[in-house]
């Protein structure tokens, strides 16, 4: 793994959550700072801290990302929820970036990566798939016209039908307490 470069979107995905991380401990300090200097304020700080605490976890989690030789890691789709659930203190980019990490994470070529780098899956490269062998034309089948039938009279219908009978119902069974 160690010769191996990186894929791109993984990269993506380190870069967006080492800004991400930046941004929301900025947002986190800005929202506490402001929420303190107001008298009701002080009852929202728990809420306040919350994007700083992801913040955090962002920046540990993009430092592992960049890391060489790579450490054996999962995907982080944790992190990327609670980026795009950030949206309830404001923080509309951290939302964005946790969207598009989700995208990213379900791409074939980041699971790929993330299997190899914990051993699941063997070091070589994938192999396109062949290409499909041409099949044979369909041959159209032959038109075959139907006699057109002689239009019916339309009149009373028969009363000589008869209606089919009820079927037979057996008793029920009564469960005993």
Known sequence: ?????????VQVIAWMT???????LFWGFAASGTAL????????VPITILPTILGIFELIYAAKLFS???QAMQPSTNIAVFEIASVLTGNIF?????????VFYNDTVVK???ARLNGTLPSEPAT???PPASLPEPEPSPVMEEPAAPPAEEGPAPESEEKPAKP?????KVAKK
């Open 1 to 9: 793994m160690n010769t191996q470069q990186k894929p791109t979107l």
């Open 18 to 24: 080492l800004v991400s991380g930046i941004v929301n």
């Open 37 to 44: 200097a107001t008298v009701v304020g002080v009852i929202c």
């Open 68 to 70: 060489n030789p790579p």
């Open 94 to 102: 951290s939302m964005a970036v946790g969207i598009l990490a989700l």
């Open 112 to 114: 790929d990566y993330f």
């Open 128 to 130: 396109p798939p062949a």
């Open 168 to 172: 037979k119902r057996a008793p029920r």
